[in-house]
């Protein structure tokens, strides 16, 4: 197909997936990932003037929910005063900016894929998207084969979270060697919501059980803990509400599950366990944490083990023995809302951020041969945790409004259930389960399933 015959609006989504995709890359200094969000707002837009775009009565709740988060954050930013962190690389400012900017790309996406739907039809659009991520996953899996193969990788050009350089040999952990994201973890959270989507592609299309390994390989050469257990998890349950609606085993359900585990012991063929660096590729770290040698617990030992399985499920059991409170985010988070008081409405997007840093890393601060360590010391510091960031971007109405939305999402899929509508579940329960550990901003993947659920019939 030629490109003056696809729809534009379309061409240029693609491509701002795309970008998205690019998290490790920048031009001008400017991350490829933010173009990406740029150009979906500059696609609403131009879809609202030009008055091809209608009202859509069913983003009611979602649009009020964003113009809560952005008026809550500009009350709040006309009155704060604190000095942001030694490295931030942003201006105040700007840093709060790029936060609304994110919300206000988040309905765009929804608006925009009910549009496209109206325009072609749902199975265009979930195409469209997985051809996207598994493009994102080949160019990943050669990031990491270049390792192995000792072959050029690409070149990171995007500055790292303190503003010093961060090329893809920088640190140690093999959990920072490899892909298109800033970090593999990023990878992970972004491609494997997607998955469900493929393997329902596969219901029309046995080709693309085949194409599944690409993006599922991708995923578990990631060893993210979250994203390889919420695609286990997510599906594992789906196929028990199944079996509980239809009286019978819908074995396509089981599929994903089996692939992931098979891929994870593959996989031990292409583990690799990156060497110590040489200390001056560190800054403004010290040197030892240069040194592969040096591990915190039972927890880094498997997670760097060139087994890729052991590094998955065993640190799973190690965490899951623990109880909630064994995966450490959860419980430097808990330790920090017990020193805060009640959130009605919040701080505000980025502010939060940027008053959570520096207690932060006082709760991990570590005594190490006499001497106090810091972890990112002078950055603004992520909640990792999308709950916990609305709580204190948007106090407790935050939360409950957005609970209300998922209500109203989940009350629409169970709603004349189908085949698509089991694997919109698996992949809105997977976002959400990675959200809970991972990512602290509403993606754009939610945004995605939002306006396919919205639109599913």
């Known amino acids: 197909m030629k490109i003056d015959k696809l729809n534009l609006p379309i061409f240029l989504f693609t491509i701002a997936f795309f970008l998205e995709g690019l998290d490790a890359f920048s031009i001008f200094n400017i991350p490829l990932s933010w173009i990406g969000v740029v150009i979906y707002v500059l696609i609403f837009v131009y879809l609202k003037i030009s008055g091809t775009r209608g009202y859509v009565f069913d983003l009611t709740l979602i649009k009020y929910f964003l ?46 894929i009910i549009h496209f739907i109206k325009k072609k039809n749902v199975d265009y659009v979930i195409t469209l998207v997985a051809y996207v991520s598994v493009f994102i996953s080949i160019l990943s899996l050669y990031s990491y084969f270049s390792y192995i193969f000792d072959f050029a990788d690409f070149t990171r050009s995007r500055a790292g979270t303190g503003g010093w350089s961060q090329p893809i040999r920088r640190a140690c952990a093999v959990l920072r060697n490899y892909g298109t994201f800033r970090e593999p973890s990023f990878l992970a959270v972004w491609v494997a919501p997607i998955i469900p989507l493929i393997f329902y592609l596969a219901r029309k299309s046995k080709a693309w059980y085949l194409i599944s390994i690409i993006p599922l390989t991708s995923l578990v050469l990631t060893r993210s803990l979250t994203g390889i257990i919420s695609i286990v998890l997510v599906f594992s349950v789906v196929v028990f509400i199944e079996l509980y609606k239809n009286k019978s085993l819908n074995f396509l359900l089981v599929i994903p599950i089996i692939f992931i585990f098979l891929i994870s012991i593959f996989g031990n063929n292409f583990g690799y366990k990156f060497p110590a660096l040489d200390p001056s590729m560190c800054p403004p770290e010290s040197a030892d944490k240069c040194d592969c040698s040096i591990y915190d617990d039972d927890q880094d030992l498997a997670k760097n083990s060139s087994n890729i399985y052991q590094s998955v499920f065993e640190r799973f059991s190690i965490i ?138």
């Open 67 to 112: 113009y809560y988060l952005t008026l809550v954050t500009i009350i709040r930013a006309s009155t704060f005063e604190a000095n942001m962190p030694e490295y931030a690389t942003t201006s105040f400012i700007e840093f709060i900016s790029l936060r609304i900017l994110k919300i206000i790309s988040f309905y765009s996406i929804v608006s925009l």
């Open 320 to 457: 899951s023995s623990g109880g909630i409170g064994g995966f450490e985010n959860i419980d430097i988070l808990g330790e920090y809302i017990s020193t805060q008081k009640f959130k009605i409405f919040g701080e505000g997007l980025g502010i939060s951020n940027i008053q959570y840093s520096p207690q932060f890393s006082e709760i991990t601060k570590q005594v190490k041969d006499g001497s106090l360590l810091y972890r990112n010391p002078g950055q603004i510091v992520s909640f990792n945790n999308l709950y916990a960031n609305l709580y204190f971007s948007g106090g407790i109405v935050g939360v409950i409004i957005f609970l209300i939305i998922l209500k109203n999402i989940f009350s629409k899929i169970l709603m004349n259930y189908g085949i698509l509508d089991a694997y919109l579940l698996c992949g809105l329960l997977t976002i959400l389960l990675m959200f809970f550990f991972q990512a602290e901003e509403i993606s754009s993947q939610l945004a995605i399933y939002f306006g396919l659920v919205t639109m599913k019939k």
